[in-house]
């Protein structure tokens, strides 16, 4: 059994929210980042994801319903019923529990797309291994913040920095405990 990546890769303001408290993010897109900041290089090897249920609404109200990573498979925390298809499967796994099913199955690259309950989630259960966050220039004050509060701290190497147009990109290594 090979223990895939599991990747965060995630943009946040400034001051580390994700989302305004009524879940925009137009504050996101006030300023483009050079090129695709990275985003086909880091889906190359990516083959899953993994994201809670707002997260994906979100992503399929600006995709007209159409599900942009056809072709992978999704991983969907809910506590709604849902119908699973051929690409998405609706879940409240336990997080360990569906890494540990994922490493079995083997594959490429799990990317945690969020949100922050999710992230928040995994993170507590030690199963990330590399965040690569995405600064927009913007302080928007208050919001969904991308780290919830914790009793755990995590410590945290930093590999790479990389700049895109006004977006500074940190990616780092998530220190096992």
């Known amino acids: 059994m090979t223990n895939r990546k599991v990747s965060v890769y995630i943009a946040t303001s400034v001051d580390g929210y994700v989302a305004t408290e009524d879940d925009s993010l137009d504050w996101l897109f006030k300023t483009e980042p050079e090129g695709d900041a990275g985003y086909e290089d880091f889906m190359k090897d990516v ?6 249920r707002r997260t994906y609404d979100w992503v399929m109200e600006q995709e007209n319903g159409v599900n942009p990573y056809k072709g992978k498979m999704s991983y969907v925390y809910t506590t709604q019923s849902r119908e699973n298809t051929e690409d998405v499967t609706y879940t409240s796994e336990e997080p360990t529990s569906l890494i540990e099913r994922l490493n079995e199955q083997g594959g490429g ?24 966050i995405s600064l927009a220039p913007a302080l928007i004050g208050k919001g969904i913040p991308l780290f919830q509060k914790s009793d755990v701290t995590h410590d945290l190497e930093l590999t790479d920095v990389r700049q895109y147009g006004q977006f500074a990109q940190l990616h780092y290594r998530v220190k096992k405990v």
């Open 109 to 132: 690259t799990i990317w945690l797309i969020g949100g922050g309950v999710v992230v928040h989630e995994f993170l507590e259960k030690n199963l990330i291994d590399e965040l690569i």
């Open 47 to 52: 083959d899953t994801m993994i994201m809670g």
